[in-house]
């Protein structure tokens, strides 16, 4: 049974994987314009933030290192920071790897825009639509550094960014990335301990090590989920 074209299309091409993303391309360009201008507040070289946007891609990871590097962390610090955000990215190549094909180079450059949403659209039962993936994931990129641009154009000209409060933004920001993902007890306890952790160290150890170490409490993830009791479940 052959499928209607217009299914077809919807399920695979660069166009699909580009409009299945389009909703979500103000918020990355936002997204990416406020990285911009925390960089610039946390003294980064205005070039250096543009070329990080371009070749790491990777929002989480990139506040990360601008969050270690703006407390006087070292550089060790914020990579260690940044790997342990991004280890994610492991099996998730490993499982679309078998779609990259071509020479090495188109392969290296494509696997890319691998990111958490052009995973997901790209994929049905198993299954990796390279072209749908390189669709979305080139909405994903222009939005990033694009807005990475316009946060530094905007951020040059602010004044002192600790009298604007820019200086909570960065905990302000994964604090409101992680509350949408506490879905289940072991993620709240997951959540607590790690703030616990890094509330615990920050007078005690150099700037970059409580993050690191916070990142322990995600074993809390691995313990088996206690099962609900009727009435909690009706509730």
Do not use: H, K
């Not at 201008?37 to 070289?45: H, I, K, N, R």
């Amino acid at each position: 049974m052959e499928m209607a074209p217009d299914r077809a299309s919807r399920a695979t091409g660069y166009r699909a994987g580009a409009r299945a993303l389009l909703p979500l391309s103000p918020a990355v360009l936002l997204f990416g314009a406020s990285f911009g201008v925390l960089a610039q507040s946390a003294g980064f070289d205005p070039v250096a933030s543009i070329v990080m946007s371009a070749t790491t891609f990777a929002g989480s990871a990139q506040f990360a290192v601008m969050g270690v590097l703006g407390a006087g962390g070292t550089a060790i610090a914020a990579v260690a920071a940044a790997v342990l955000l991004n280890a994610r990215y492991g099996p998730m190549g490993l499982a679309a790897a078998r779609a990259f094909t071509g020479g090495r180079l188109r392969r290296v450059l494509e696997s890319q825009l691998l990111v958490d949403e052009s995973w997901a659209v790209s994929q049905e039962e198993g299954r990796f639509d390279r072209r749908r993936l390189v669709g979305a994931g080139l909405v994903l990129y222009a939005c990033w550094v694009g807005g990475t641009v316009i946060g530094v154009l905007v951020g040059s000209g602010l004044g002192d960014p600790a009298a604007l409060g820019l200086d909570a933004a960065f905990p302000a920001l994964f604090l409101a990335l992680m509350v949408p993902l506490i879905r289940s007890r072991n993620a709240l306890a997951a959540a607590l301990a790690g703030a616990g952790v890094a509330l615990l160290l920050t007078p005690l150890t150099p700037p970059g090590v409580p993050v690191i170490a916070a990142t322990l409490a995600v074993l809390f993830g691995l313990l088996p989920e206690r099962p609900r009791r009727p009435t909690e479940c009706a509730s």
